[in-house]
T-cell receptor, first 114, second 113 residues
Framework: GESVGLHLPTLSVQEGDNSIINCAYS??????FIWYKQESGKGPQFIID???NMDKRQGQRVTVLLNKTVKHLSLQIAATQPGDSAVYFCAENLNAGNNRKLIWGLGTSLAVNP | NAGVMQNPRHLVRRRGQEARLRCSPM?????VYWYRQLPEEGLKFMVY????????ESGMPKERFSAEFPKEGPSILRIQQVVRGDSAAYFCASSRGGSSEQYFGPGTRLTVT
């Protein structure tokens, strides 16, 4: 299953399928991007990050792709499991001097059907 | 190594009262960030502090809100004369100096009645 940026905030997939969550970021000067997972009632949990000098990074079952030309970021989750159900946020880190605040996207809710 | 601690986890205040939210960063972290989250929305940056210094408060409302991170003790986010619109989840994150990875606490859910 695949979501399209902020216009489809809910993504429903079958257990075992691959999930793709998309994000459009806003600032060309952002040099660092992070995906967070947030389960209901909890704080955001770091999943994977990527710096602007890379276009792909892989973790355990997750891959982040960065397309700086169109300011687009995606998170791919392989073999999605029920425990992956959560809201996923992309965040961009605007390096303005020593200030490393995060600017967050709206989020995509991922529902995994058993 | 304990993670980022926030307390209280839930806070109920009547309109006009003061709310104090506390955040203890991870051991070894000297940078603290506060974010606010409304239901079904992303986090909105409020303020970034280092020990005894406010680095960026561009996300803080001009009135009623203040934050500090003293030399000793937790970081405090203070909201004076709360209004219903202040009801939200407030998250604190910490990082090591110079590192971008931020670790988040469990949040404080403020309800103003």
């Amino acid at each position: 299953g695949e979501s399209v940026g902020l216009h489809l905030p809910t993504l429903s997939v079958q257990e075992g399928d691959n999930s793709i969550i998309n994000c459009a970021y806003s600032n060309s000067a952002s040099d660092y991007f992070i995906w967070y997972k947030q389960e209901s009632g909890k704080g955001p949990q770091f999943i994977i990050d990527i710096r602007s000098n890379m276009d792909k990074r892989q973790g355990q079952r997750v891959t982040v792709l960065l397309n700086k030309t169109v300011k687009h970021l995606s998170l791919q989750i392989a073999a999605t499991q029920p425990g992956d159900s959560a809201v996923y946020f992309c965040a961009e880190n605007l390096n303005a001097g020593n200030n490393r605040k995060l600017i967050w996207g709206l989020g995509t809710s991922l529902a995994v059907n058993p | 190594n304990a993670g980022v601690m926030q307390n209280p986890r839930h806070l109920v205040r009547r309109r006009g009262q003061e709310a104090r939210l506390r955040c203890s960063p991870m051991k070894g972290h000297s940078h603290v960030y506060w974010y606010r989250q409304l239901p079904e929305e992303g986090l909105k940056f409020m303020v970034y502090l280092q020990k005894e210094n406010i680095i960026d408060e561009s996300g803080m409302p001009k009135e009623r809100f203040s934050a500090e991170f003293p030399k000793e003790g937790p970081s405090i986010l203070r909201i004076q004369q709360v209004v219903r619109g202040d009801s939200a989840a407030y998250f604190c994150a910490s990082s090591r100096g110079g590192s971008s990875e931020q670790y988040f606490g469990p949040g404080t859910r403020l309800t103003v009645t």
